[in-house]
């Protein structure tokens, strides 16, 4: 349909071209509206513009205007600019939006809709307890607060309602005030080390290749080598951070999976979640009211959340944790699959039986890894991914990664992989890594200290609160995360978290990772066995096949 020049100016108020068969949505738009006209595409072939041309003229289905000048106003009046909100010229629209939610969302459960409607939130002043809550959601894109480039405010903890009316109060709040005094002391301390071990000027020859930090004047120098100190500083002190330190995250989630999570989150053991399922509710209801509809409390998840009424607890010896990966479960004939995979998409369709026929009789084990690197070959820095679609990510492989709750933080946020993991507590130990003990004996006894009472605490206070005690437990606590993803978001998640900026705990289980899976998938590497006895990184840089998996050994000084 050919719009008038009138109506394109009225419709590019909405959207960003009334012309181009691929547009996108401007913010004006509401997210309702969006999905509701989106969703029209299921019943008729109507452009999603002219539906929004039929709101602001009023001439929807069993919601026409009895004044047909009203409508030829708006449309005036929003071509010109005329309007505060050019929202307003769409309140027969938003009205029967309204209705069609109602029908085919209330009625039918047509949950699509709500799948196409993504709601902004910001969660100001939030515990590191409900950032975790909130990155099992899959489909939550968010952004936290960080701890490398923000000094945390220690004096600004959640406390727990239930523990502060308790008689663990004294020993919860004594406990915290220690635990934020360690991380300003380690915070300084770390600042020195690291500030002896490389110097300005040491540092500056080391930024030679950088010529936005060369050709700057020697004071822009320095504040930039002070910053990087200190988020050097802040990688040591944050693992003394504990999770009730409060945190800021933005993030958005579609509407579907918001109502899943209210619904959820009202029956979870900690208040702040529930507050923040009704805080949720309200702020998100704003915005797509008619689609956050059955969010009353789900009983199934609740008793889930709450461990079944003691169904589920296990009565296990504590036992310290080495960092490390272990690889839970993995498929033995990857290799075949993935040229399956990869040959299925290039070829004539067949049945995926007789491919993995030919890949199997026909095809030896240099002619595979022939493939593969043919594939891979022309790889450049910036292909993220392996394969352009999904053959390279069809095959899964679980993993455990046994380390400090900070690195789980980080490694969580690939949303990708299925996670699953335990309550947070100091009964697995601590990680004590090399950079501590390089800082000398005095600050290893008071890391030592501090991780010791923080467990004292925890073990006193979880008898009666077992999930409020975690907001104790700091972020060097090790911990168990167990997680499961295709080859490719494997392989992304080895080279974006071994890169030398990163942190020094998650590069050490990236690196772990792609050691373990080389040793069940030596294949990855053009390898037929995987050789015993050698350093992962002398195995690599001797691989013939280095096109899938991109581990980083190198080293910086500081952190930009």
């Known amino acids: 349909m050919g719009f008038s020049e009138i109506e394109k100016k009225a419709l590019e108020r909405f959207v960003t071209s009334a012309d181009d068969p691929i547009y996108a949505c401007r913010s004006d738009l509401p997210p309702e509206v969006f999905g509701a006209f989106g969703s029209f595409f299921s019943r008729n072939p109507k452009d999603l513009r002219e539906h929004i041309l039929d709101a602001i003229l009023g001439r929807i289905k069993d919601h026409t205007v009895d004044d047909n000048s009203i409508g030829q106003g708006n449309l005036k009046k929003l071509a010109e600019g005329e309007f505060e909100s050019p929202a307003e010229a769409l309140a027969s629209g938003l009205s029967k939006s309204q209705d069609f939610f109602k029908k085919w969302y209330g009625k ?22 409900f950032a975790r809550q909130l990155a099992f959601d899959q489909l939550a894109f968010f952004i936290e607060q960080s701890t490398r480039f923000v000094k945390f405010d220690v004096e600004n903890l959640y406390l727990d309602p239930k523990i502060m009316k308790s008689k663990h109060k004294e020993l919860y709040l004594k406990t915290l005030k220690k ?26 020859r080391a930024k030679q290749s950088q010529s936005n930090v060369v050709l700057s004047d020697e004071r822009e120098q320095k504040i930039a080598y002070r910053r990087e100190l200190k988020a050097k ?51 998100g209801g704003q915005i797509a009211p008619s689609l956050l509809k059955y969010t009353g409390i789900n009983p199934y998840y609740t008793e889930q959340y709450n461990g079944l009424e003691g169904a589920m607890e296990m009565d296990l010896d ?17 290799l075949d699959k993935t040229i399956a995979m990869l040959l299925m998409r290039n070829n004539r369709s067949a049945s995926f039986g007789e491919i993995i026929n030919y890949v199997k009789t026909k095809l030896d084990f240099d002619d595979k890894i022939l ?78 200290n501090i991780m010791e009472t923080t467990h004292d605490a925890e073990v006193k206070i979880r008898n009666d609160f077992p999930h409020q005690a975690q907001y104790l437990i700091p972020m060097g606590a090790m911990h168990s995360l167990i997680m499961r993803a295709g080859l490719d978001q494997l392989q992304y998640l080895v080279a974006t978290r071994s890169a030398p ?49 991109r581990p980083s050994f190198d080293e910086t000084g500081l952190h930009s």
């Open 108 to 129: 039918y459960s047509h949950k699509s809709i709500a799948n196409t409607v993504w709601i902004p939130f910001v969660g100001n002043n939030v515990s590191q307890l």
């Open 179 to 204: 635990m934020g005094q360690a991380y300003d002391q380690f915070t300084e301390l770390a600042a020195d080390h690291y500030g002896k071990e490389l110097t300005f000027y040491r540092w500056l």
């Open 233 to 283: 500083a802040f990688d040591i002190a944050r693992l003394l951070l504990p999770q009730a330190v409060r945190t800021n995250i933005a993030w958005i989630l579609d509407a579907r999976s918001t109502e899943f999570d209210i619904a959820a989150w009202k029956g979870h053991p900690l208040d702040e979640i529930v507050k923040a399922a009704e805080l949720i509710e309200y702020s």
């Open 318 to 334: 504590s036992r310290i944790m080495e960092k490390g990966v272990d690889i839970i479960s993995y498929d033995k004939d990857a």
């Open 371 to 448: 493939i593969l690197d043919n594939v891979t070959k022309r790889r450049g820095r910036f292909d993220e991914w392996v394969d352009v679609e999904e053959a390279f990510d069809s095959l899964g492989i679980t993993v455990q990664f046994k380390t400090d709750i900070g690195a789980v933080r980080d490694l969580r946020r690939h949303q990708k992989w299925d996670r699953n993991e335990g309550l947070y507590t100091l009964d697995n130990g601590y990680y004590l890594p090399e950079e501590i003990l390089k800082m000398g004996e005095e600050v290893v006894r008071v890391y030592q």
């Open 501 to 549: 900026q990163g942190h020094f705990s998650y590069r050490r289980d990236a690196l772990n990772l792609a050691e373990e899976t080389c040793k069940v998938h030596p294949w990855i590497l053009g390898l037929k066995e995987y050789p015993k006895g050698q350093n992962f990184e002398d195995v690599y840089r001797n691989a013939p096949l280095k096109g899938i998996l």
